[in-house]
Each structure stands twice: as C-alpha cells, then as structure tokens.
C-alpha cells in the first residue's frame, strides 16, 4: 500500500484567512481524492484531483473555496480559503492504486 | 450519489460481548469495503468484499457481502477495548473510483 505523508496535523487559524493542506506520497498515484471530516462522523468527498487536469468537485464544493493543485503523481494541496468558522473539520487525502485506498492521517482545522 | 446506511450509529458493550454492524443501499456496489478509524488517524482498511454471498473473517471480525452487493455486515465475536473505535463501510461505484462512505458506527468497548 501507498504511504501518505500529510501536513499540518492541525492548525487554529483566524477568520478569513486560508490554509493549504500538503499531502505527499511515496508512490506514483493516478488518482488522489479529498475529503471533509466531522469529528466522530463520516467522510464526505470534496474533490478528486487528478494529475495534468482540473480538479473534479462534488455538489456543495466549488473551486474558489477548495483549490487544489496536483503538479506531479506524487503531490497534492487543499487549500481552504476565506475561512469561517463552519470550515473548522478534519481534512483528510486519500490515493488509489486500484487494488487498496490508503487514507492520510488527516489535518484538524479549527476556525476562530 | 449512491448512498450508504449504516447501523447503529452508536455502540457501547462490555468487553466479551458480541456486536454487528449493518450497512445498507438500495445501490449495486462493485465492491465494499470496511474501515476502523481511531481518534487522530485517517480510516484504516480491514477487508474488501466483492462477491456476492462472500464471507470474510479477520481474527474475531467477520464480513459479510449481500447476495445482491447492496449491504454488508461486521460481526465482532469476544470484542476486547482495543477495538473501540470508527467503523466506516464504503462503496466503490461502477461509475467512478471514489468511495462513498456510510455515516459511520461508533463502538465503545469497556473492561
């Protein structure tokens, strides 16, 4: 399986602010997805970033808010911006080779 | 979206005790997968069923998939305090290769 490497564990960030969540892995991956995280609740799918393409976002989730860039197979960013205090979640990367899913151990935001 | 049921939301038992989790849908999953998320860490994968009718154990963890790969079930025999935690099954749809997640069963496993 895949091994994620995912940064910042945490933040406490100010309002209107915006945040950028690295996620690195150490394999060549087609496929990279976003979730959002409730604690204690389940994930929901932000985004599925695909390399040398657009990013590809589910119903409730826009580009302005949730930019993601994918340079390379092995990279990705979240970013959340303009922040509020509704944005305060667990963020977390997941990568697919087909045969398993491996999840980052995730970025706790809290907005103040 | 193809949604996914899952059941009880809540779980708290002693130590010994045995427990199932159901997850359901009304949508035809190529696969479902069961994972165990602890408190700071992403979900981990415990097993991935295919098959309909297939059964899958795992040490004191029993999987089921649905004859008609709709629902699923998690049955833990003897559960022990180190398997409280986040129970999440997800689906991967015929269409596309993220996965949907059910709301998630929290077990508390106490001495």
């Known amino acids: 399986s895949a091994v994620i490497s995912q940064k910042p564990s945490r933040d406490i960030c100010q309002r209107g602010t915006s945040l950028t969540i690295q996620c690195q892995v150490d394999s060549q991956v087609t496929m990279m997805f976003w979730y959002r995280q409730q604690p204690g609740q389940s994930l929901t799918l932000i985004a599925t970033a695909n390399q040398g393409s657009e990013a590809t976002y589910e119903s409730g989730f826009v580009i302005d808010k949730f930019p993601i860039s994918r340079p390379n197979l092995t990279f990705s960013t979240l970013t959340v911006s303009n922040m509020s205090p509704e944005d305060s979640s667990i963020y977390l990367c997941s990568v697919t080779t087909g045969a398993d899913y491996t999840f980052g151990s995730g970025t706790r935001l809290t907005v103040v | 979206t193809q949604l996914l049921e899952q059941s009880p939301q809540f779980l708290s038992i002693q130590e010994g005790e045995n427990l199932t989790v159901y997850c359901n849908s009304s949508s035809v999953f190529s696969s479902l997968q069961w994972y165990r998320q602890e408190p700071g860490e992403g979900p981990v994968l415990l097993v991935t069923?295919?098959?309909?009718?297939e059964v899958k154990k795992l040490k004191r963890l029993t999987f089921q998939f649905g004859d008609a790969r709709k629902d699923s079930s998690l049955h833990i025999t003897a559960a022990q305090p180190g398997d409280t935690g986040l129970y999440l099954c997800a689906g991967e749809g015929n269409s596309g290769y993220a996965l949907n997640f059910g709301k998630g069963t929290s077990l508390l496993v106490t001495p």
């Open positions: 069923v295919v098959t309909g009718g």
